[in-house]
């Protein structure tokens, strides 16, 4: 198909003269670029009745979503105005309580900052292809990253042992010297992909350090002058008054550590964008100070970039997997299944869109399959993920209860052994709920919020879960007490206890006689039966143990199941 542009088109008159198949990219590509394309021409081995009813790229342009670059997520933080968005974040901060208005206080920071360059529509349940998943979540991934990063500089300035100001001034970061690298390895030689935009690399040269260590994917901030930063940490940045040079411009660009340094930035190698390095390379010393690096971030992207290699990517796509009941029959029942104090609890706790993620998640519990709950910065998905745990939790626990009163029931009509096998049985069933999440931080930020909110029980009451955190990398001394070295050690004090370990040795024993007369019980009926027939025997026959006298007859008998 060549489509017919306007005479003064140099690429549609470059399309008509090759008579080249044109791909719907480059359709939207010539019309962005030249003018608008009035009407398709077909060869005439086509049929064009046969063919799509297209006549103009506005059609194409809804289904049409651009490739997402896999240095987007670079480029966009080497752009951001990071001092600026501090500078808000800090005006609007005022005495922050709690960790989570100041995140909601950032998101707005940060959408505003977006200059409305984006419609902040709802995103689909289905996707149309894996280009547009990526297309619709890469700058939600990005905006939340930010988001993190902020969340996390602004609280430390709460802090006196982390606030970047001391005593009236800035106490971390550095000045130092920084020139362009000429002999750097570009990143195609780090296996990297080449970046979006033009890039430079920049080596610091300074012997002493910023206060920190420095490592690969670290983002740092470089300003011209310390007062600038000063003044965006207490909010004031940009208010007029101040220095006439701080109310225009930018007064700082973000750059990505390539390598490690420790005590030292000498030698240190960071990607910067081009084009703001070339606002502020004339100046002879620039600060520096490290601002942070969401490792978290980064994975949840390059997974981002990865979806369409997944085996799993169509039911990203479509949301749907084969179940043993129809999705829209389920909703919502798997819910009033739960313990009616539970019920009341989470209704006047969570929204529509929470109840129907917290129902997805535990309408198939056990049957296989998996359920992925998605959402912008700031919709609540920490706060979902732990009723979902709590309304598991109960699952299980109802089950385990449910198996528990049927032993007992037959208690009577069980022996011991029997007893202990039904009760071993039931105790697999005991609520066992694996918790994982990409980073040291995510996970403890999942035990605190468990710790502080505790789950509600069937009649609306609180109770604290048994929680043990396994693998080492934590820092927040709240959690400390439910790692995985901490309960073995509080397990072998408890063992200490003489009088404890003689009540358990005691046990021990007694179980161990009762196992000892049970193998002798069926060695005895083993021989039995072998004495019976050494020879193997036809199908058509069985041996039985006469269980009513064996013990003083030792008696078996044959049974022709052929002749009954």
């Not at 609007?92 to 902040?120: C, F, H, M, Y």
């Not at 012997?207 to 670290?218: K, L, R, S």
């Not at 207490?234 to 700082?252: C, E, M, Q, V």
Request: include cysteine.
């Amino acid at each position: 198909i060549s489509w017919a542009d306007n005479a003064d088109s140099q690429q549609g008159t470059a399309l008509l003269e090759k008579g080249a198949t044109v791909t719907a990219p480059n359709v939207l590509a010539a019309a962005r670029t030249h003018s608008v394309l009035k009407k398709p021409r077909y060869s005439k081995n086509i049929d064009a009745k046969a063919l799509p009813n297209i006549t103009r790229p506005s059609s194409l342009e809804r289904s049409y979503y651009q490739q997402v670059h896999p240095d987007k997520f670079w480029a966009e933080l080497r752009n951001w105005d990071f001092l600026s968005d501090l500078n808000r974040a800090m005006k609007s901060k005022g005495s922050v309580k709690k960790d989570q208005d100041l995140r909601k206080g950032i998101k707005r920071t940060l959408d505003e900052s977006n200059d409305a360059k984006k419609t902040k529509a709802s995103l689909p349940d289905t996707f149309e292809s894996v280009t547009q998943y990526k297309a619709l979540w890469a700058p939600l991934l990005i905006e939340e990253a930010k988001a993190q990063i902020m969340s996390e500089v602004v609280a430390a300035q709460s802090s006196p042992n982390t606030a970047w100001i001391q005593n009236a001034h800035v106490t971390k970061g550095s000045e130092v010297k920084a020139e362009l690298s000429t002999s750097a390895r570009t990143s195609s030689d780090e296996g990297e992909s080449a970046p979006m935009e033009p890039t430079v690399i920049v080596r610091l040269k300074r012997g002493a350090g910023i206060g920190c260590q420095i490592f690969p994917n670290d983002l740092l901030l470089f300003s011209p002058t310390v007062s600038a930063v000063e003044r965006a940490l207490r909010g004031i940045a940009f208010d007029t008054g101040n220095d006439s040079s701080l109310t225009k411009g930018r007064f700082g660009f973000i750059g990505r550590a390539l390598n490690h340094r420790s005590s030292s930035v000498d030698g240190l190698l960071v990607r910067v964008s081009q084009k703001l390095w070339a606002q502020f390379s004339s100046l002879k010393e620039l600060f520096v100070i490290k601002v942070g690096s969401n490792i978290t971030a980064v994975r949840e992207f390059n997974a981002l970039m990865r979806v369409d290699k997944l085996p799993l990517n169509k039911y990203l796509l479509d949301g749907k997997m084969a179940t043993k009941q129809d999705g829209q029959q389920q909703k919502g029942k798997i819910l009033d299944e739960l313990p009616m104090g539970f019920q009341k609890f989470l209704k006047s706790k969570a929204n529509s869109s929470q109840l129907d993620a917290i129902s997805a998640a535990a309408r198939e519990y056990g049957e296989g399959g998996f359920t992925l709950i998605k959402g912008p910065p700031g919709t609540g998905k920490s706060t979902t993920l732990v009723s979902t745990l709590n309304a598991l939790h109960l699952r299980q626990y109802q089950e385990y209860y449910t198996t528990i009163e049927r032993v007992t029931t037959e208690e009577d009509a069980l022996e011991d052994y029997e007893l202990l096998a039904s009760l071993n049985k039931a105790a697999k069933v005991k609520p066992r709920i694996l918790v994982c999440a990409p980073s040291n931080a995510a996970i403890d930020n999942v035990i605190v919020k468990i710790m502080n909110d505790r789950f509600v029980d069937g009649k609306g009451s609180k109770y604290s879960p048994s929680i043990v955190r396994v693998g080492a990398g934590s820092t927040n001394p709240q959690v400390s007490g439910v790692g995985l070295k901490d309960v073995v050690n509080r397990i072998i004090e408890e063992g200490s206890d003489v009088n404890k370990l003689e009540e358990i040795i005691s046990n021990g024993r007694r179980e161990l006689g009762r196992l000892q007369k049970e193998i002798q019980k069926l060695r005895a009926r083993i021989r039995a039966i072998v004495d019976a027939s050494p020879y193997p025997i036809s199908s058509d026959w069985e041996i039985r143990v006469d269980e009513e006298n064996f013990e003083k007859t030792g008696r078996v008998f044959f049974v022709n199941h052929r002749h009954k």
